[in-house]
């Protein structure tokens, strides 16, 4: 199995032991880059709500501490598609 397979139907930011989706939780698809596959827990909306995410990430253009840049697609709230990589804070 390849990295990506593995990473498919996780749950981005949960711990390896405990990556699946949860019933009680709603979650949207990441489309694209890095985190192709990985799903976003949106339960709450408060983190996501202007459609615009910077999820940091250990395999994206910047190495670790980079951000993915995802953006909820246009009239389907169930994905968000890849932007960009963009550096971590200093």
């Known amino acids: 199995?390849?990295?990506?397979?593995?990473?498919?139907g996780r749950v981005y930011g949960a711990d390896h032991d405990d990556?699946?989706?949860?019933?009680?939780?709603a979650y949207a698809e990441l489309v694209g880059g890095p985190l192709d596959g990985l799903l976003l827990d949106v339960t709450d909306g408060t983190d996501h709500g202007s459609g615009e995410v910077a999820l940091?990430?250990?395999i994206g253009r910047y190495g670790p501490g980079g951000r993915a840049l995802y953006v909820r697609r246009p009239g389907?709230?169930?994905?968000?598609?890849?932007?960009?990589?963009?550096?971590?804070?200093?």
């Open 1 to 8: 199995m390849d990295e990506a397979e593995f990473l498919r």
């Open 19 to 25: 990556a699946g989706p949860r019933s009680d939780r």
């Open 56 to 58: 940091t990430t250990e």
């Open 76 to 90: 389907d709230g169930s994905r968000f598609d890849w932007r960009g990589d963009a550096p971590g804070a200093p």
